[in-house]
């Protein structure tokens, strides 16, 4: 079965080494990453003339492998709900759809600013212009949590964000746990409970109990 929100933040919380937390406010934290100076828009694909730059984990195609040297992002990424931050590194966000295509397709994609396949507007995708900021776990009471996959602590570590703190509306999505049908596969899906008992004629019967609450992003 799918596991509970409160689940899921209780989950976040023990590995954030603060298990019994019950947080009743929040703040952003800052996305504490080394900065530097931004070389020009000709590498980072934005207005990023003496600006300062953070290096981002973002995604180059559509199975979100990684850019080999990461990518220059805005030295305030999320540090706060005051901007939309801009995913100038991302697959899914500079994607270019062809017009009235259906089912949707896309031009050949480029990391190229301009160009016909880079989307330099970084809104491809609905998540890709929400506001959020990252949070400590520990501290924030939000229910929308979620880990990083675009930055980590100095330590490497991994930094949460959250959406609803800057305002984006709860999005939820079932947790599919009826496709883990052997006990390994469920316990290996972090949005699943195995429960011991609910096996049926060979097979055993799922049950969506909960909605499991995703941010759908990446930010980030």
């Keep these: 079965m799918a596991k509970t929100n409160d689940e899921m933040m209780q989950q976040i919380r023990a590995k954030a080494g603060c298990p019994d937390a019950k947080p009743t406010d929040c703040a952003c934290s800052g996305n504490g990453q080394t900065q530097y100076d931004c070389p020009g828009p000709t590498v980072t694909l934005w207005e990023s003339t003496g600006k300062k730059c953070i290096k981002a984990d973002s995604d180059k195609d559509s199975t979100w492998a990684k850019h080999p040297n990461k990518w220059d992002y805005p030295a305030d990424t999320a540090s706060d709900c005051s901007t939309v931050n801009i995913e100038p590194g991302s697959y899914d966000c500079t994607k270019v759809k062809v017009a009235g295509s259906t089912p949707v397709k896309y031009l050949p994609h480029e990391f190229k600013n301009p160009s016909a396949g880079y989307n330099a507007k970084y809104d491809s995708e609905a998540w890709c212009t929400q506001k959020s900021c990252y949070v400590d776990p520990c501290k924030c009471n939000m229910k929308d ?3 990083s996959s675009w930055f980590k602590k100095t330590d490497g570590s991994t930094m949460y964000y959250s959406g609803n703190k800057c305002g984006a509306p709860y999005e939820f999505k079932a947790a599919l746990c009826s496709g ?13 409970n195995w429960l011991a008992g609910t096996a049926s004629g060979g097979k055993r019967s799922f049950e969506l109990s909960a909605l499991a609450l995703v941010l759908v992003a990446t930010l980030l």
Excluded at 180 to 192: E, F, L, N
């Design 145 to 147: 949590m979620s880990a």
């Design 180 to 192: 883990q049908t052997t006990k390994a596969k469920c316990i290996g899906d972090t949005g699943c």
